[in-house]
């Protein structure tokens, strides 16, 4: 049965035109065929395409990528002359690609993609698609542009797409009609379809309806972000104004980095001195990245000194973390926000919990901040918070006083189910401490930290891992037949997808070592074999002592080759066995007790588990951190306190997404003292689960560590009462 004016959605664009539709398929075929055969005739915007991206996507462009973009871009704008000029016949779509310039003119980003144009078959598969349905009015393209941007590359560019319902709520607590407004990274165009569907369904005049569309500004990197923004207004320019382009009202969106404006970019016509200071509300979702997801070590180094110019720069060891998000929330807040404009951004939860925000959270030149909290909501699979601010340049406003910070819990309809407040547990030298609910800073600021912090360690950076983790294939005499770990093969990123087979190897290079997988609450299921290029008796590593091994010497030169030409080029660590012993952190693992206690370095729950290495040493990967002792007890009674659900539960509220790092020792985990009965019985407890979960896993061994939670509840609830008694007393 023929459908008639039903609204097509977003997901049904999806379903029509996404990379398993026959469109699709039949159009990529096309155009594939198309640009082996005229390469020459379309390198000029392939390069074109190229430099373009390049900024965003660093080494993965290639030729696949630029057909899914051009097929994605041809689609949205066969759909669009479809829909505006009520098109049925093939050659009237070619008139009006002769003939009418306002493409051209408002998409001037489309260039790029108009080495191909669609065939009569593609266009009349489209065309009987969407004949006779409307066009619901949102967000239309997002979730093909999620689907051809697929969720890797989505990463790499830091693009998370916002839902309507959100959106709408933001945009309903912050703007008011006539409002002078602007995404900095307006991606696919979900807050600005959802500002205008506000102002056309307000009941003010039409002209006071045009003006205020025209306030509405998008700017973004990415220009297939832009094209499909203006797409999905234009649409609905055509569903509410009338299918006339010629009276639509000017589209205020252009392709720009937002944080580094630059007049002379040849796609837009925008004076941004124009723009500057001139917002009166900034709004979005900006990219979810950090420093080290950036791909040109020249946008590195911007950033890095943006961060300075705008003081929220970290300290060293967290300049990699810088966050993005953090970086738009001051600059552009500076950059384009009137005096007491208002910022509202949706952005990850480590700017308020992360160490490496601790600047950000002073909130320089921000007044009457709001932060919206969704404990058991999760639209990124990211933990996220809303954060609003007015701008206020000269404020004298002192840090304390800007706390505590009024905040909204929210459900996962969406709806306000307590008004509370957040602080800090320490404000302090222009710094801020992560942000707690005020009512557990009741309890926590009572807290100091252990002892134990500064005695526990990160492991190594074992890593590449495919290039030093190893399966022995035979042993003889002294030597080693070695070949790639298929596990960790399996596991490697796309760039280190590299194997090699039977290389010889002397024994003595051979350590022992394991990843966070293998560990288990009170166990060590598994260790690994891990070639690395260093004296096992001093942990030294010296290329001329290594020389006089020639097989280990072979090996590992083989393997610096792979990894001098494979690394990224913004880094400057230069060979591989820096690597392996970044800031130290392998060698320094050659004085080590007898016992070490381990545990995840990340993750939903704490594991910890104790290490007899008093006969077979172990090193310890960056993935885990490791404290080492000679009392059995001492070893025993930390794996008890770090295996408790409740100190996860108490880490939960001041970790950063699901780094735990040292977190456990924000709590006053007492030195071990064998006169003390709490900590000789946790120490005994210890023993006894050691055990337990050794006899599990003796009887499964595939089980996991939820499964041994799960059936020794009972056990770790009364481990829980003792460490109320050793710790939170």
């Given amino acids: 049965m023929e459908k008639k004016n039903q609204e097509i959605t977003s997901e049904e664009i999806e379903f029509l035109f996404g990379l398993d539709s026959q469109i699709y398929k039949n159009i990529s075929k096309y155009f594939t065929k198309h640009f082996d055969k005229f390469q020459n005739e379309t390198k000029q915007e392939f390069v074109q395409w190229k430099n373009l991206f390049q900024p965003l996507y660093g080494d993965i462009l290639n030729k696949d990528l630029f057909l899914k973009h051009t097929i994605y871009a041809q689609i949205l704008k066969t759909i669009l002359i479809i829909n505006l ?17 306002f493409l051209s003119v408002y998409v001037p980003e489309f260039r790029i993609f108009n080495w191909v144009s669609i065939e009569e078959s593609h266009f009349k598969a489209i065309m009987k698609s969407i004949e006779k349905n409307a066009f619901k009015k949102e967000d239309l393209f997002h979730a093909l542009y999620q689907e051809v941007i697929n969720p890797t590359t989505r990463h790499v560019i830091g693009e998370f797409y916002t839902p309507t319902i959100l959106v709408k709520k933001m945009i309903n607590d912050v703007y008011s009609i006539g409002d002078r407004i602007l995404d900095p990274a307006c991606g696919s165009g979900s807050f600005i379809i959802e500002l205008m569907k506000t102002i056309c369904k307000s009941k003010i005049s039409n002209e006071k309806k045009i003006k205020s569309l025209v306030n509405i500004y998008g700017f973004d990197i990415n220009p297939l972000a832009v094209i499909t923004a203006k797409f999905n207004v234009f649409l609905f320019f055509g569903e509410f104004l009338g299918k006339k382009p010629s009276t639509f009202p000017k589209i205020n969106i252009y392709l720009m980095d937002s944080l580094f404006p630059n007049n002379n970019n040849k796609f837009n016509e925008l004076d941004v001195s124009k723009c500057l200071n001139s917002f009166d509300v900034i709004i979005g979702n900006p990219p979810w990245l950090t420093y080290k997801d950036l791909h040109s070590r020249s946008y590195q180094n911007k950033i890095r000194q943006l961060a300075e110019d705008i003081d929220i720069k970290p300290k060293s060891q967290y300049i990699t973390h810088i966050e993005l998000g953090a970086i738009f929330f001051y600059a552009i807040a500076q950059k384009y926000l009137k005096n007491k404009g208002i910022i509202f951004f949706v952005i990850t939860k480590s700017v308020i919990n992360g160490d490496h925000c601790k600047k950000f959270r002073a909130f320089s030149y921000f007044e009457e901040i709001e932060l919206w909290d ?54 302090q030298d222009g710094e801020v401490s992560m942000l707690l609910p005020s009512k557990e800073l009741e309890y926590l600021t009572e807290i100091r930290y252990s002892q134990y912090k500064s005695e526990f360690n990160q492991g190594a950076t074992l890593v590449p891992r495919n290039l030093v983790f190893f399966k022995v294939i035979k042993e003889q005499n002294d030597h080693l037949i070695i070949s790639t770990d298929p596990d960790i093969l399996s596991r490697s990123k796309k760039n280190w997808k590299y194997e090699y087979k039977r290389k010889e190897v002397e024994s003595k290079y051979r350590f022992n070592a ?95 588990a104790v290490i007899d290495v008093s006969e077979k040493k172990i090193i310890v990967g960056s993935e885990n951190y490791y404290f080492s002792t000679e009392l059995e007890n001492e070893a025993y009674y930390l794996a008890a306190i770090l295996n408790t659900p409740i100190l996860t539960k108490y880490i939960k509220l001041i970790k950063s997404s699901r780094h735990i790092h040292k977190r456990p020792f924000s709590f006053p985990i007492p030195k071990y003292d064998e006169m003390n009965k709490v900590h000789y019985k946790l120490a005994m407890k210890g023993k006894i689960l050691t055990s337990l979960v050794h006899d599990l896993v003796y009887n499964n061994p595939k089980i996991t560590a939820k499964k041994i939670r799960l059936i020794l509840h009972k056990k770790f609830e009364k481990l829980n009462e003792l460490t109320k008694q050793a710790v939170f007393k």
């Fill in 85 to 101: 000029y009520e098109l049925e016949i093939y050659q009237d779509f070619i008139k009006i690609l002769e003939t009418q310039s």
């Fill in 374 to 427: 969704f404990p058991d909501l999760n639209f990124f699979n990211i933990e996220h918070v809303c954060l609003k601010a007015k701008y206020v340049p000269k404020t004298n406003k002192d840090i304390k006083s800007k706390y505590p910070i009024k905040t909204k819990i929210l459900d996962k309809k969406l709806n306000v189910i307590e008004n509370t407040t957040y602080s800090s547990i320490k404000i």
């Fill in 514 to 608: 394991f990843l966070n997988k293998d560990l288990l609450p009170f166990r060590l299921n598994k260790t690994r074999n891990v070639f690395l290029p260093i004296n096992k008796e001093d942990y030294n590593f010296d290329i001329e002592d290594l020389k006089s091994d020639q097989l280990a010497f072979d090996f590992y030169s083989s393997m610096n080759e792979i990894y001098k030409e494979r690394k990224k080029g913004t880094s400057e660590i230069k060979t591989l066995f820096d690597n392996l012993n970044y800031w130290n952190k392998l060698t320094k693992q050659v004085n080590v007790g007898s016992f070490l206690v381990v545990y995840n370095a990340s993750g939903s729950n704490l594991k910890s």
